[in-house]
């Protein structure tokens, strides 16, 4: 399999970031080489805990240079430079640019073009070019696109007329050597696209600036359901990653100076939490989650019976604060993340093992909404769930005892610091469903601003 690398040059991309990256991690690249310029935001945080699980590396850009399109086109070069013996292939990309090729994985689409041109064509050839494909905004064209949003793939699935002329703008694999710099996005304006093999998919609208570029890049004269082929994959990997940046919050703040002494286990009481464990029932039927469909739905006895990749969901309420609750699986689960809504309405701050929940009563009955974003558990905001409780097990569950131990100190900002200071060990999905709970203000003093961001970012009501 031929060493591949994606391009990329980012500045304040933190929203988008991390499905970028997913995405093509899913794909099969054997890295990812960015260059940041100089972004503050929490990109270059997002990178960096990336990258103690993935092949990513990162360089900036030269910040005595004032031109900010010459100083991101010499920092991709100098990567280029850099990194060209390592690698077979390169692809250069935006941050709205995701490569698609038509094959279900990269190296079957080099294998597949490698037969299509002969062995001998294929070793001769230095560029492989991609033709964009501008995908349009479909439904979402009156929604603001600004902040944490679900997967791009997962909201945009039609494309404009093959005749669009910006379908002629390629990015080009190349065969990096030392003298190698970018390849010309506009050398093929003459020729007609192919995407017989792959495609870029361009989210030129939902990245425009102005209404009217918006309006230009948004057409949706064909369905291309296509683009969520990774999506699954995709999903999975940005949860780890979402994780990854908990846990690096977490080994910042235990790293703090001056925190000892402010958190010294004598000066703090630890007054262990009242916390109920409920089964979510409507009728006779049960929330499960479907570990191999990624969906978590109502399920009647028999089918948590007979069907072994069901896995039934837990309640866990704060009875000292009665709307406050969390969902989780009570077996363990091979998806790293709660999949509470649809992909096109999953967000970020949701890609967690435990769901931070909020509860209202209504008559016998409770109505579920997510405590991040607001959206109603199930997507159906008439979707009422009777509370079964559960009995206390001999001895509490992993994420039981998670949350004994993160809530020790208090359900506050402070009470969190201190559990996660004297803890020697995390657990990022239980410390980020705490989190969002907290109330804004609170929230805000924890962690980064980028963790604020994307768990209380101002959608939930």
């Known amino acids: 399999m031929p060493r591949t690398a994606a391009l990329l040059c980012i500045h304040n991309e933190a929203h988008r970031l991390p499905w970028w990256m997913a995405h093509h991690l899913a794909l099969g690249f054997s890295a990812l080489l960015v260059c940041d310029d100089h972004s503050t935001d929490g990109s270059r945080e997002l990178l960096t805990q990336a990258a103690r699980h993935y092949d990513i590396r990162i360089i900036e850009t030269d910040a005595q240079d004032t031109d900010a399109l010459h100083r991101r086109e010499a920092g991709l070069n100098s990567l280029i430079q850099r990194e060209h013996e390592h690698f077979d292939w390169m692809l250069p990309l935006a941050i709205d640019e995701y490569f698609l090729p038509t094959q279900s994985t990269l190296s079957a689409f080099f294998a597949d073009i490698e037969q299509h041109m002969g062995a001998e064509a294929f070793l001769q050839t230095a560029s492989i070019p991609i033709n964009w494909c501008i995908m349009g905004l479909g439904k979402w064209h009156n929604q603001s696109l600004t902040g944490p949003i679900p997967h791009p793939r997962a909201l945009f699935t039609t494309h404009a007329a093959e005749n669009f002329t910006d379908h002629r703008v390629t990015r080009d694999f190349f065969r990096p050597t030392a003298n ?15 995407w017989s093999k792959a495609r870029i998919l361009h989210d030129a609208a939902a990245n425009s600036h102005t209404p009217q570029t918006r309006r230009y890049f948004d057409r949706n004269e064909h369905s291309f359901p296509q683009g969520q082929q990774h999506l699954s994959q995709s999903l999975t990997i940005a949860a780890r990653l979402i994780q990854g940046l908990i846990a690096g919050e977490c080994y910042a703040l235990q790293n703090q100076d001056g925190l000892k002494a402010s958190h010294n286990p004598s000066s703090k009481t630890k007054t262990p939490p009242m916390l109920a464990r409920f089964q979510l029932c409507c009728g006779e039927a049960v929330l499960a989650l479907h570990t191999k469909q990624h969906v978590i739905r109502l399920y009647n006895k028999e089918e948590l019976l007979t069907e072994t990749d069901l896995i039934p969901l837990q309640l866990l309420q704060n009875l000292d604060t009665p709307n406050i609750a969390w969902l989780y699986a009570d077996a363990l689960s091979p998806l790293p993340y709660i999949p509470v809504a649809a992909p096109h ?117």
């Not at 190698?180 to 192919?194: D, E, K, M, S």
């Not at 009563?361 to 009422?384: F, I, K, V, Y």
């Not at 005892?401 to 809530?407: D, E, M, N, T």
């Open 345 to 461: 309405a999953l967000h970020p701050s949701s890609l967690l093992a435990c769901i931070a929940l909020e509860l209202t009563p209504q008559g016998e009955n409770m109505r579920l909404r997510l405590r991040s974003t607001g959206q109603a558990l199930l997507g159906d905001s008439s979707q009422h769930f009777t509370l079964k409780p559960l009995p206390q097990p001999p001895m509490p569950d992993k994420v039981d005892s998670a949350f004994q131990h993160f809530l020790a100190y208090g359900m506050s900002a402070a009470g969190l610091k201190a559990a996660i200071y004297h803890s020697r060990w995390l657990s990022p999905s239980v410390i980020g469903a705490i989190y969002a709970q907290l109330p804004a203000q609170e929230a805000r003093s924890l962690f980064s601003p980028l963790m604020y961001r994307l768990f209380h970012n101002g959608t939930r009501s």
């Open 180 to 194: 190698q710099t970018l390849p010309n996005p506009f050398a093929r304006l003459q020729t007609p696209p192919n």
